[in-house]
């Protein structure tokens, strides 16, 4: 089934630019400051901040990633020596089959289906790191260990 291209920007008025400028500066810092997709900051804005459709946003997130991250981030990283060369192309050769694949699953989902596993997928995440931030014993009992035993 193909459809002609949907359009965020119907008028172009100068808050929408604002906006849209301003998430798209808070997503880059965020990429290159804490190594995440940009998807995670960037899906969500466009959906509940500028009242994208979800199929939309993911599509135009996508878009998005292609050149600032590919460019912006990792010469940054190449230049202090933190670039798995040979990870790298092993990764990004499996991205783009799997991206792929999966862009074939999303695109006929429902709109709220695809909500629903992109809300379950960051909720997952969220977890995963509170649970690795959280220490793994409680502080009283490690400082006892610490001091031999003694209270």
């Known amino acids: 089934m193909t459809r002609g291209r949907r359009k965020f920007f119907r008028r172009t008025d100068c808050v929408t630019i604002f906006l849209v ?3 798209g500066i808070v997503a880059g810092i965020l990429v290159g400051l804490l190594g995440i997709g940009g998807g995670i ?3 969500p804005a466009m959906v509940h901040i500028l009242h994208m459709d979800q199929h939309l946003a993911q599509g135009t997130s996508l878009f998005i990633l292609l050149p600032p991250i590919g460019l912006g981030a990792l010469r940054q990283y190449w230049k202090a020596g ?3 060369l040979h990870a790298g ?3 990004a050769v499996g991205m783009i089959l799997g991206a792929y694949l999966g862009g074939k699953i999303a695109v006929p989902m ?3 289906l695809l909500k629903g596993l992109f809300g379950g997928f960051l909720m997952f ?3 995963l790191l509170w649970m690795k931030a959280r220490p793994s014993q409680p502080a009283a009992a490690s400082a006892v260990r610490r001091e031999g035993g003694r209270a």
Do not use: G, K, Y
Request: with cysteine; aromatic share 0%; glycine share 0%.
């Open 21 to 23: 400028l301003l998430l």
């Open 41 to 43: 900051v960037l899906v």
């Open 82 to 84: 933190n670039v798995d």
């Open 89 to 91: 192309i092993l990764c």
């Open 110 to 112: 429902s709109t709220q």
């Open 125 to 127: 995440s969220a977890v």
